[in-house]
């Protein structure tokens, strides 16, 4: 085996695109904090106990152990950043009011959890801590749909849950709430055969409820149809008003309703969504509602946000194009390097040539040439380059 070959499912990413990643985490960042929200950095590294506490089994799986040889204890490298985030909001900030966090880093799984899917995702994301209205859910869901839309990416829709739905069928029958993973399991894989199986051994009004759940998808009529199909609960219908105030908080999107949704109803109590993109098989962006997670840390908090992978969003654009530049000749003469200077201080890229190395390839296209007229360095254009976006022509002395 060559030592060039990447272990499966992991990539090295090369200048254009890694460049363009990189525009997309500044661009990301500084919308989110235009909403408010602070960055925070938590360590790829943390202790097992610490980095699965808040998280279910389906976390487990897919964190790396390893042996810190410092303590002796057992370690994690981090496969979501979330728990961290709540970790820092509930153990170290310990704000009395609402705090908005936001975070970017690469997370690492043990197998791809999607099709076309990385191991080495490189996650960025918004958390909301200390407001359980609905207008929390409402700017998490609108910032997680604007992200999207600043990446360049129109063409999406948003998939809604709530899994207050499903809980409150199995909190009103103890037998349903006894057996309550085998019937997440089910709903989560749509087995209506095992649900009408295991209906006859529960409570006739929570058997019906299951057995409808599965076909409660599709477009916002599926409200309307939840309330004549489902038991007339008050937290039902406080989760059923909860997604109709959702889907009016989003004009000109296409909205789908999936109220069997509960693949993760270890981790998410509410409002739970997902942004999906043409071209691409997985959600581009998962979030929801998570209370009280951060319980285990010493804090329960009303907490809501979403998460994405920068690389995979990258993907959905168009390849990454060259950039233009400006190419210089190589000297140490004062006013080459000053004209050089000046040039990148006001943002160009300066490209000086090496000797011997005219032709090299390189993700830059020099359109412009720094060159020496009557004493004075300046751009000019290259005969036979295409306008570039910056200014054809200038004057650096």
């Known amino acids: 085996m060559g030592k060039w070959l990447l ?9 254009a695109e890694a460049r363009r990643i990189e525009e997309l985490r500044r661009l990301l960042l500084d919308l989110y904090r235009t909403y408010g ?5 938590p360590p790829l590294v943390e202790y097992l106990d610490s980095l699965l506490s808040a ?47 936001c975070y970017c880093g690469n997370v690492l799984h043990t197998r791809p959890r999607g099709l076309w899917a990385t191991r080495e995702p490189l996650q960025i994301g ?3 801590y200390g407001h359980a209205g609905p207008e929390a859910d409402i700017e998490a869901v609108q910032l997680a749909l604007e992200s999207v839309r600043r990446a360049g990416v129109a063409d999406c829709r ?6 207050g739905v499903v809980r409150a069928v199995l909190e009103a029958d103890p037998l349903a709430a006894a057996r309550a993973d085998e019937i997440f399991g089910l709903l989560r894989d749509k087995d209506v055969p095992g649900l009408a199986a295991l209906s006859a051994e529960l409570a ?25 199909a489902l038991p007339a609960l008050p937290k039902i219908r406080e989760a059923l008003d909860m997604l109709a105030a959702l889907a009016r908080a989003l004009p000109g999107i296409e909205i789908g309703v999936d109220l069997a949704d509960v693949g993760s109803f270890h981790y998410h109590t509410g409002v739970v969504f997902a942004v999906y993109c043409g071209g691409w098989p997985n959600a581009v962006v998962r979030g929801g509602r998570y209370d009280d997670i951060g319980r285990v840390f010493g804090r329960a908090r009303p ?24 190419r210089a000749p190589w000297g140490l003469d004062p006013t080459l390097v000053e004209a050089v200077r000046k040039l990148r201080a006001d943002g160009q890229i300066v490209v000086q040539i090496l000797p011997g190395h005219e032709h090299d390839q390189q993700e830059f296209v020099c359109d412009r040439e720094l060159v020496l007229r009557d004493g004075i360095w300046q751009v000019e254009q290259l005969a036979g380059a295409e306008m570039a976006a910056t200014p054809p022509s200038s004057t650096a002395n």
Do not use: C, W
């Not at 272990?7 to 200048?15: F, H, Q, V, Y």
């Not at 929200?37 to 950095?41: G, H, I, K, P, S």
């Not at 820092?88 to 704000?95: E, G, K, S, T, W």
């Not at 948003?158 to 899994?163: E, G």
């Open 37 to 41: 929200y602070e960055l925070v950095m």
């Open 303 to 326: 907490a809501t946000g979403f998460s994405l992978d920068l690389r995979e969003l990258a993907g959905l654009l168009a390849p990454a194009t060259a950039s233009a530049a400006v």
């Open 158 to 163: 948003i998939d809604l849950s709530h899994l």
């Open 204 to 228: 006739p009004a929570t058997a019906q409820a299951l057995q409808a759940l599965p076909a409660l998808y599709g477009d916002l009529d599926v409200l309307d149809r939840a309330r004549e």
């Open 126 to 128: 918004a958390e909301l």
């Open 7 to 15: 272990p499966e499912s992991l990539a090295d990413i090369l200048p």
């Open 55 to 101: 998280s279910g089994e389906d976390m487990d799986l897919h964190t790396f152990k390893l042996v810190d040889q410092m303590s002796g204890r057992s370690l994690g490298v981090r496969a979501d950043m979330t728990p961290q985030v709540t970790r820092i909001d509930a153990h170290l900030l310990n704000r009395a009011g609402m705090t908005r966090l």
